[in-house]
């Protein structure tokens, strides 16, 4: 059994999927696993003993005026490079194609070579994405309406004669949603544009759990090697300076680890985000309030990650207190030093938190991630004493030092990430992923 992989290039969509290509590699069964993309995910695929045909890109031109970036990136510009996609995997000649959901490339190859699919969902089910979602990226546009006659002509599949999103690409066969089904949402009355488009699918979905493994993509600069002692250096590439978090933990400060993610620090740092103008104007207001409210705190660490796209005029004059830089190692500073977690929710990082017994504090900016904090917080994991579902525009400097504080000293936001990790673990993770792929074959023929 040969499986294609098409990723999307985004850390939190990333790791789960190399979680289940490093259990689908183990196979017996699978004969080959190979990854089709943009060179920066060939490493990640080769550590968890994947293949990897790396895909030329093409820069990213202006979005068309009227034209939302994320239907651009995801629907028109891909067919800068869809031809060269489908090349590669029909050189490979595919049995199953595992793709992100938000890949139009991996929904093509599938029909194209009339193969099994499987679409992976990284958010707890298609209704925590909500109706705006659905309004707001499925508006039309000449240019959405050239693309999908373009992927008629070419390839026979015309996506939005079809009723999909320009966004989204669901596979008719399997879905895999790497969350708790209890976690989980579905499109319900008040979500009908996103419930209609999603109709033809309901019933694919499978719950897996959380889908953590040894393979991890970080972008940007390298994580180890010689360490300097300048705590805010944020492009430095010699590596992560591990030992000024292990002076801090020697003294009794408190860690607080900020990140905003990579879809408002990157994919949508020039589209609206959360009530701000854009995902720049969102990030640089919660930089401000968050320097306002633990700035000079000498029982506390703040480790923040600003994304590559940040310029040094946006960036606030940063504490002594702070450790600033474009990407940090998430996952091991959650799993060794972080004591509070400030977090979009992207639903990467809450499985990751939750996991590490590390409780949050809520301030979601698009999608999925407002479902996931209003989950997290009714769960306890997480604090938001603010309009969660509007942080922009109600999120203090005062009550984001409230916020922290809180979870920093009430030990019942650990226990509630306790229990949410045991809904987590239960449904088998990334091992039944990989059976469930591998078994879609078996079910086919």
């Not at 790396?54 to 068309?64: I, Q, R």
């Not at 209890?182 to 008040?190: A, F, N, Q, T, Y």
Request: hydrophobic residues 45%.
């Amino acid at each position: 059994m040969r499986i294609a992989v098409l990723p999307i290039d985004a850390i939190g969509h990333v790791n789960p999927l190399l979680a289940i290509v490093e259990e689908l590699v183990r196979r017996s069964d699978v004969t080959e696993v190979r990854g089709f993309g943009p060179d920066p995910l060939a490493d990640a695929f080769a550590s968890v003993g994947a293949g990897y045909a790396t895909v030329p890109s093409v820069p990213l031109p202006p979005t068309p005026e009227g034209l939302g970036d994320l239907p651009f990136k995801s629907f028109v510009h891909p067919l800068s490079v869809s031809d060269a996609y489908q090349e590669a995997v029909a050189a490979f000649r595919p049995d199953v194609v595992l793709y992100d959901v938000f890949g139009v490339h991996g929904m093509l190859a599938a029909r194209i070579h009339g193969v099994p699919s499987v679409s992976l969902v990284t958010f707890p089910g298609y209704g925590a994405l909500g109706e705006d979602f659905a309004v707001q990226h499925g508006r039309p546009h000449p240019e959405l309406t050239r693309a999908s006659g373009t992927y008629r002509e070419r390839y026979g599949v015309d996506p939005l004669a079809e009723g999909l999103l320009p966004v989204l690409f669901p596979s008719p066969d399997l879905s895999v949603v790497t969350a708790a089904r209890e976690l989980s949402r579905e499109p319900g009355p008040d979500a009908p544009r996103l419930a209609a488009a999603l109709e033809p699918y309901r019933d694919t979905c499978v719950h897996v759990g959380a889908s953590v493994g040894a393979g991890r993509y970080t972008p940007g600069s390298a994580l180890t090697g010689p360490v300097r002692t300048e705590a805010r250096v944020r492009h430095d590439s010699s590596g992560f300076p591990f030992e000024v978090l292990d002076e801090a933990r020697r003294a009794g400060r408190s860690v607080v680890l900020f990140s905003l993610g990579t879809v408002l620090t990157d994919f949508r740092f020039h589209s609206p985000v959360g009530g701000a103008d854009t995902g720049r104007a969102f990030l640089t207001a919660m930089l401000d309030r968050l320097v306002t409210a633990l700035g000079g705190r000498e029982d506390l660490l703040v480790v923040t990650a600003v994304g590559s796209l940040l310029d040094a005029g946006d960036e606030p004059d940063w504490p002594a207190n702070f450790l600033v830089r474009d990407f940090v190692p998430q996952r091991e500073l959650l799993e060794g030093y972080a004591d509070a977690f400030i977090t979009h929710h992207g639903m990467n990082s809450t499985t990751e938190s939750i996991l590490a017994g590390v409780p949050m504090v809520s301030v979601p900016g698009v999608g999925d991630q407002f479902a996931n904090a209003a989950t997290a917080v009714e769960g306890g994991a997480a604090v938001a004493p603010w309009d969660v579902r509007n942080p922009y525009g109600t999120v203090t400097a005062e009550l984001l030092r409230e916020a922290v504080d809180r979870v920093l000293t009430d030990g019942a936001h650990r226990a509630a990430c306790a229990r949410l990790r045991d809904a987590m673990l239960a449904e088998g993770g990334a091992p039944r992923a990989a059976e469930l792929v591998a078994g879609l074959l078996a079910g086919a023929r």
